[in-house]
């Protein structure tokens, strides 16, 4: 079959194809139909699929396509396996499309990975060559990983990834394009990397374990939200913080009832091992703090009832600054990325009592009981300082595990456009 020519048309289709027809094909052209333009983007991912699905392994879009529909086609056009290709309008907004799509590219191979592929220092390792790879002479990076982890004080990262032979890490990235030593890091960004979790001890059933590949998602797009922002020109520091570990049964896990107590002084019982994103987390957070960095911003495939208030369409939005939320919102509605807020307060540090220490890790019920995404956001405000320039992404929509009418199957990528731009500001 030869090249396809796709173009966009505010017309209905032709009778023959039915007058609700999404695409339409006419010789050596498909036409996708968008009357209403309420619903652009998403007509458009629709029709990226149907188009995928009739196997046409190359298109070519025609020169009136916006950046943001040709990053959106993309993005649904290139499944995971045999991806067609696509060829991108030679107009001006080229470059910039090309950018954001090599980002999102980045992480969604990063996270649609099999767990054998991406073992935790693997992730830490080629996030940080990918950013060397942009911008070299601005970026130095650590690795910190297994017993060196515990002697660092690292002890959420640690305990998780205890119970696997293949070590634990924490990535300490600095991008610092300004030469200066001394220069004010203005944003840290933190990455919950569990390159696979079978729950540990609280084990998850065969089915809720299959697409655990994918709770690394949260490093997966600090890290190309960051690698964005350096190809968009990003003048200010930044630094990036991934916490990577699998999250394994053996002789060696960490155990239900068992009390980590980290840098600052704050014990955890742990009554859930499936709740294990947060604790790693929490070392990255405590990290961040230390940075002193203008604000700090984690984001984390961390919970369930977020997907149960949220559904695989919206990222998950906490802040005890409401300013500071409103302002990333709306950055995500320039973006035309789906981002919605949901309760934060100081109480919900509360939410997770134990009679053994600070603060337990999770509820000991099914998903931590009600309110358990923001029971969550909770349990990390107690690692940040200050609080009051933090955002939490609970990342809702990264990853399908099987295709949708807009998506294909794996991670989406979504997000990493709006963090770009939020921290390119």
């Known amino acids: 079959m030869t090249d396809m020519k796709v173009k966009i048309t505010r017309n209905a ?30 007509l458009i991912r629709k029709a990226a699929r149907q188009i995928d699905s009739l196997g046409i392994p190359s298109v070519t879009l025609s020169d009136e396509w916006s950046v943001i529909d040709q990053v959106t086609f993309v993005m649904s056009f290139s499944k995971a396996r045999n991806p067609g290709a696509v060829t991108l309008c030679d107009n001006a907004g ?19 990975d099999t ?19 942009l911008k070299g002479d601005a970026v130095t990076y650590r690795i910190v990983s297994g017993e060196e982890l515990a002697a660092e ?60 590949k994918c709770d690394m998602g949260g490093a997966a797009t600090v890290t190309g939200a960051l690698g964005l922002a350096m190809m968009q020109g990003l003048n200010k520091r930044v630094k990036l913080f991934l916490c990577c570990a699998e999250n394994l049964v053996s002789g060696h896990a960490y155990k239900l009832g068992d009390v980590l107590t980290y840098k600052n002084g704050v014990s955890v019982e742990i009554v859930n091992t499936d709740a294990e994103g947060r604790l790693v987390l929490a070392d990255g957070l405590l990290a961040a703090s230390e940075s002193q960095a203008q604000c700090v911003i984690d984001a984390a495939t961390l919970t369930g009832a977020a997907t149960v208030a949220l559904g695989y369409d919206y990222h998950a939005v906490f802040s005890l600054n409401p300013t500071l939320s ?25 939410k997770c009592p134990s009679a053994f220490a600070d603060t337990a890790n999770s509820r000991p019920q099914k998903g931590g009981g009600a309110g358990g995404a ?38 989406t990528a979504a997000g990493i456009r709006t963090l770009a731009a939020f921290i390119g500001q």
């Open 374 to 411: 923001s029971n969550a956001a909770g349990f990390l405000s107690r690692f940040v300082t200050p609080t009051d320039s933090w955002l939490h992404l609970d990342l809702a929509a990264a990853y399908h595990g099987s295709a949708t009418s807009e998506m294909p199957a794996g991670a």
């Open 13 to 42: 289709a032709p009778e023959q194809w039915g007058d609700k027809a999404l695409i339409s094909l006419s010789g050596d052209e498909i036409h996708i139909h968008i009357p209403n333009e309420a619903e652009r983007l998403r």
């Open 326 to 350: 409103q302002s990333f919102l709306a950055t995500a509605q320039d973006q035309q990325e789906l981002f919605w807020p949901l309760p934060l307060q100081t109480w919900h540090q509360e």
């Open 94 to 112: 080229k470059p910039a499309a090309e950018q954001q799509i090599a980002a999102m590219m980045f992480a969604r191979k990063l996270t649609n």
């Open 153 to 212: 004080g690292w002890i959420g990262i640690y305990n998780v990834g205890r119970g696997s032979e293949r070590p634990p890490a924490l990535l300490e990235l600095d991008y610092n394009p300004t030469g200066q030593a001394d220069a004010p890091v203005a944003y840290a960004l933190v990455g919950k990397g569990i390159t696979f979790d079978s729950g540990g001890y609280s084990m998850k059933s065969s089915e809720g374990m299959l697409d655990m």
């Open 115 to 133: 767990p054998e592929q991406l073992a935790p220092a693997e992730l830490a390792q080629q996030s940080a060559d990918w950013l060397l790879s």
